[in-house]
């Protein structure tokens, strides 16, 4: 079986190499393309064996499974350059949340999906979204469920819960990591620790966190109140933190969801909806 990607961005290339880490695929069953090809030559030169396409009508002749890895701007030149050679057994899966299945279907004559993959798959961990299209059957689905397990930890999503499920799963790594980034420089103004001394140990806390709330039995609550007693000093920190970033998260979602939204609506003013 070949596999193609359309678009080796940065998560385009996250996906190809999680994919070959995990030995999923072999090099040799890739094949890419990218509108600057010196992009996909460098993957391919990184990964002996994968395949450059010329264009990409070329790679969906050539595979039975395809990622689409643009930005929503770019679907529907990506959808007329395709539209000639997909075949109606073909399964195109879509990892950009503004693009509806609706729209998917509406362009492409095949089966569809969509998924959020997560920056953790690279180190094949995390979680991935996955929103099955109306043509994929429960045989098909499984399959998708299957490959994305190879890289991650699969969760099938409503779409209508795509924005806050992409902000838990998808963006929430950036944002952890400004928390804690902003966390390391406050202790270095703060004290005079020094940087190198201070960001190692709070990279190795928020792995042993993560092993605590996935292997540890610990919930995010539980874990809290093993760490902090009545009058200490975790206490008295996490009691200013539910002042100070419950309100700044509730902006956090307001912001992604208003730009999700409007992202929709350009992606589906762009497409102009059209029959097969």
Known sequence: MKIGFIG?????????????HAQTFLPSEIVISNRTQKTADQLAAAYPGIQVAHNNLELVQQVSC???CVKPGEF?????????GIKADQLAISITSPVMLEDLEKWL????????????????????????????TPKEEQWLHQLLST????????????RISSDLASCAPAFLANILEQMVEAAVKKTGIPPETAAPLVAQMALGVGKLLTEGGFSLHSLQQRVSVPGGITAEGLELLEQELSPAFDKLFHITHAKYEEDVEKVKRSLQYRSI
């Open 8 to 20: 080796t961005g940065s998560m385009g290339r996250t996906l190809v190499e999680a994919f070959i």
């Open 66 to 68: 395809f990622f689409i």
């Open 76 to 84: 529907r030149q990506v959808f007329e350059d395709i539209l000639p």
């Open 109 to 136: 004559p095949c089966k569809v999906a969509k998924i959020i993959p997560s920056i953790t798959n690279q180190v094949l961990c995390g979680s991935s979204l996955y929103i099955p299209g109306s043509r994929i």
């Open 151 to 162: 890289i991650s930890n699969p969760l099938k999503v409503d779409e209508r819960h795509t």
